[in-house]
């Protein structure tokens, strides 16, 4: 991932190698870098 900018939110479009699809997930500065989107997938980035 990469937000040159340096501002969240962030949309961004992701993979699933189970699914075999594509997703959209919004992320944004919680605690942790938090990704949400999908199908109510969550990804936390420490």
């Known amino acids: 991932m990469n937000n040159s900018s340096g501002q969240f939110p962030s949309i961004l479009q992701v993979y699933s190698p189970v699914t075999h699809q594509f997703y ?23």
């Open 24 to 46: 959209a997930m919004a992320c944004a500065m919680e605690q942790v870098l938090t990704c949400r989107g999908g199908n109510n997938a969550v990804v936390y980035v420490y």
